[in-house]
C-alpha cells in the first residue's frame, strides 16, 4: 500500500476547498465592481446634469433667481438611466446681494443623491461672469 502512487481523500477534500474559496472570493470581487462601476456611471450622469443646469441658473438675472422654476431649466434626458429621479433647485437668499442656489438630483428611491451648490452675487453687472 505504501508504494501506491494519487492523493488521499483528504488532500482531495482540502484541494477542492481551496478552489471553492478563490472561485468564490472571484466572484465576489466580480460583482463588486460591476456594483461600483454603476454607482460610477450614476454619479457622473448625475453631475452633468448638475453642470448642464448650473450654466442656466447662472445666466438668469440675479433678481429673477427667487421666482425661477423650482424645478431643472435644462433638457434631463440624459438621466433617463436613473429612472425614477427627481431634480429640484432650491434658492435662499443670505443676504441682501447674496443668493445661494442648490441644485439637487435623487435616485433610487432618494437614497442616492448629488448637490451642486452656486453663490450668487449682484455685483451690479452682467450675468456673463
Given amino acids: 500500500m505504501r508504494d501506491a502512487r494519487g492523493f488521499s481523500l483528504i488532500e482531495v477534500l482540502a ?11 472571484s ?10 462601476q454603476r ?15 448650473a450654466e442656466y441658473r447662472r445666466r438668469i438675472d440675479f433678481a429673477a433667481l427667487d421666482g425661477a422654476s423650482p424645478s431643472f431649466i435644462s433638457d434631463t434626458a440624459l438621466l ?12 435662499v437668499r443670505t443676504s441682501s446681494h447674496v443668493k445661494n442656489v442648490t441644485m ?26
Fill in 80 to 91: 433617463a438611466p436613473l429612472q425614477p429621479y427627481g431634480a429640484t433647485v432650491s434658492v
Fill in 15 to 25: 484541494a477542492l476547498l481551496i478552489l471553492t474559496l478563490v472561485i468564490t472570493m
Fill in 104 to 129: 439637487t438630483v435623487s435616485w433610487m428611491n432618494g437614497t442616492r443623491e448629488a448637490k451642486l451648490a452656486l453663490v450668487r452675487v449682484d455685483t451690479g453687472g452682467t450675468n456673463l461672469w
Fill in 27 to 36: 466572484l465576489a470581487a466580480f460583482v463588486e465592481r460591476k456594483k461600483r
Fill in 39 to 53: 454607482q460610477a456611471s450614476e454619479i457622473v450622469l448625475a453631475y452633468q446634469a448638475l453642470a448642464n443646469e
